[in-house]
């Protein structure tokens, strides 16, 4: 397949899985399993599991752009494929958490409650932002189109490092506050 047709054939996937994400996350956020009758146990142990899969995904992110840097483009391509793998399992368990455990309130006052909801409301925006920029940037590597990868992949590094660093400073921030 030519390289501008795998582009054009894969836009309309990323901005319906653009859409969809966040649509189908904020939608399940807000069910809980128990009340359509499954009988599921709360699952509290997945938080710290998922703040540690934020962690490694801001890793492999770092370890990804170096292997460019060094001219090593297979590593590349594994570690930044490795980072998509993992903020995919990251969403999968966040939605599980929520389906089958109540939210925890964040339980901070004064200057650190403003601090947590900045960080938390912008970890939040980028999160969907940055799902565009990942996939238009994935597909333009895929398409050999490195041109076009590099200049959307300045963009695309900073924002996606950022959520993954901020969802752990968002668990450890609201941490204190799961019930025990």
């Known amino acids: 397949m030519e390289n501008n ?3 054009k ?4 996937y ?3 899985v653009s859409i969809l994400i966040p649509v189908v996350v904020a939608i399940l ?3 809980k399993l128990k009340d359509l009758g499954y009988d599921v146990e709360p699952l509290p142990f997945l938080p710290p599991i998922y703040a540690t899969i ?8 770092v370890a990804g752009v170096l292997a460019i840097k060094n001219g090593n483009r297979l590593l590349h391509q594994r570690f930044m494929t490795t980072a998509i793998a993992l ?3 990251f969403l999968v ?4 958490y929520h389906m089958t455990t109540d939210s925890t309130k964040f339980g901070g006052e004064g200057s650190i409650r403003m601090v947590y909801f900045f960080i938390l409301i912008s970890h939040i925006i980028l999160s969907i932002a940055v799902i565009p920029l990942v996939l238009i940037t994935y597909v333009r590597a895929l398409a050999e189109k490195f041109d076009k990868h590099k200049k959307i992949a300045k963009i695309t590094f900073p924002i996606w490092l950022y959520v993954a660093v901020t ?3 968002v668990y450890l921030m609201i941490s204190p506050y799961y019930a025990s």
């Open 14 to 16: 990323i901005v319906l």
């Open 54 to 61: 934020n962690g490694i995904t801001a890793v492999v992110l």
């Open 29 to 31: 956020f807000n069910v």
């Open 93 to 96: 368990m966040y939605v599980a």
């Open 9 to 12: 054939k894969f836009s309309k």
């Open 167 to 169: 969802g752990v400073i």
């Open 87 to 89: 903020s995919l399992a």
């Open 5 to 7: 047709a795998l582009e």
